[in-house]
């Protein structure tokens, strides 16, 4: 399984990444400032990179650059979701960045203990692990790969994960298997779900074009 999953991930490595317009996402515009990206995370969720990337510039015409809680505080729920409207679901992300602007300050979101943070995060409803580990990954640097809708999916037909497996045992699965290296899981991430996106797609699935399907399951099925 190691091979194969090293396999899987190398490939993906070597035929997006180069191709990936890193400025489509909200989360790494936001980039060297903590609270920022957290935020830009929340409104990844459930949309696609170009109208999280929307949202978070409207947001930020809003409250200013770069994000503060007590500015979101100020806003409020409603003003949240009326900046960030274009994301979707927006009294959901508005209510959770509101949660997480009375929960953790800028300075414990770079100083605490990345396990402890990830624990403190997971508190605050509407942040699920995905959240939580895109932040440690992305913002801290953390060695933590983070697994999304596109990634599930593909790891379930490669064979890695089992449908319906819980988040946190197929990220150890994947974790075990891979270097505990911030560059690698980052490309990793990102390449995997542009993999998933073009290729595994949900619906027909191009089997024929695909760079892993010699160490795919699903090929073989
Ligand atoms: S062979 Fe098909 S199912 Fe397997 S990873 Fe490639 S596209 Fe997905």
Redesign the pocket.
């Known amino acids: 399984m190691e091979r194969d999953l090293r396999h899987l991930f190398d490939t993906v490595i070597e035929r997006y990444w180069s191709s990936i317009d890193l400025g489509e996402f909200a989360v790494l515009r936001a980039r060297g400032d903590p609270f920022s990206v957290l935020v830009a995370v929340v409104l990844s969720q459930n949309t696609s990179d170009v109208n999280a990337a929307r949202a978070y510039e409207s947001l930020v015409r809003r409250v200013g650059r770069p994000v503060r809680p007590e500015a979101l505080l100020e806003i409020g729920v409603e003003g949240i979701a009326e900046a960030v409207r274009i994301s979707g679901m927006q009294r959901i992300k508005a209510r959770t960045i509101v949660g997480l602007a009375r929960s953790v300050s800028v300075r414990e979101l770079e100083e605490l203990d990345p396990l402890e943070l990830r624990s403190r995060l997971l508190s605050v409803p509407g942040v699920g692990y995905k959240t939580a580990d895109v932040f440690l990954l992305m913002y801290r640097r953390y060695p933590v790969f983070p697994i999304d809708t596109h990634i599930r999916r ?1 790891l379930t ?2 064979g890695v994960a089992r449908p319906g497996e819980d988040y946190e045992a197929v990220r150890r699965t994947v974790e075990a298997l891979l270097p505990r290296d911030p560059d690698y899981l980052l490309k990793a991430h990102l390449s995997l779900i542009e993999h998933g996106r073009t ?2 797609k949900a619906r027909r ?3 024929s074009e ?1 760079p ?2 010699d160490g ?1 399951a ?2 073989f099925s």
């Open positions: 593909v037909r490669y290729v595994c699935p191009r089997c695909c892993v399907s795919c699903k090929a």
